[in-house]
C-alpha cells in the first residue's frame, strides 16, 4: 500500500479533479458506469478513489461524491464514508412514480406509503391520501426520533 501510495504521489500531479501524469497528460479514461478510471501497473482503479488515496493515503471502503456529481473528482467534493450514508445521499430512482423518496402507492387502499431503512429493518410511516402527507410523515418520525 506505501509502495503504491509512492508511486501515485511521484508519478502524478493532481489539479482541477485529474492526476495527471509528468509529460501533463491525463491518462484517465471513462468507466462504463461513467466514473473516470485510471490503470496503474496493469491495475484499474476508479479515479476518485485513487484522487482520495493521494489525499489521505488509505482507499476507504466507499469514497462519496458530496454533491453527487461523479465528474466532479475535486479533492474538497470526496469523503469516506460507510454504505449507510452513501444510500441515504442516494438520488430517486427513474421507476419512482409519487416523486418522493421513501413514498409509494399502496394499490389495495388506494393510498400513499411512508417508509424509511434503519439497521436494516424498513419502518413504515403509516398510509396517508397524498403523498406529500406520507413524505412529510416519514420526515418527521425518521429525523424526529433519532
Not at 500500500?1 to 509529460?23: A, H, I, W
Not at 464514508?81 to 430512482?93: E, R
Not at 394499490?107 to 434503519?118: L, P, V
Amino acid at each position: 500500500m506505501e509502495q503504491l501510495l509512492q508511486n501515485v504521489r511521484s508519478n502524478f500531479v493532481y489539479k482541477d479533479g485529474r492526476l495527471y501524469d509528468k509529460e501533463g497528460k491525463d491518462k484517465s479514461t471513462k468507466h462504463s458506469r461513467g466514473y473516470r478510471q485510471l490503470y496503474l501497473n496493469g491495475t484499474c482503479f476508479l479515479l476518485h478513489r485513487l484522487i482520495f488515496f493521494y489525499f489521505h493515503g488509505v482507499f476507504p471502503k466507499i469514497v462519496d461524491h458530496i454533491d453527487g456529481d461523479i465528474n466532479n473528482n475535486s479533492i474538497e467534493n470526496l469523503q469516506g464514508c460507510d454504505q449507510k450514508v452513501n444510500i441515504g445521499k442516494a438520488k430517486i430512482f427513474s421507476t419512482n412514480t409519487t416523486g418522493f423518496k421513501g413514498v409509494s402507492y399502496h394499490k389495495q387502499t388506494g393510498k400513499y406509503a411512508g417508509y424509511f431503512w434503519e439497521n436494516y429493518k424498513k419502518i413504515h410511516c403509516g398510509l396517508y391520501d397524498t403523498a406529500e402527507e406520507a413524505y412529510k410523515a416519514r420526515q418527521e418520525r425518521k429525523y424526529n426520533e433519532q
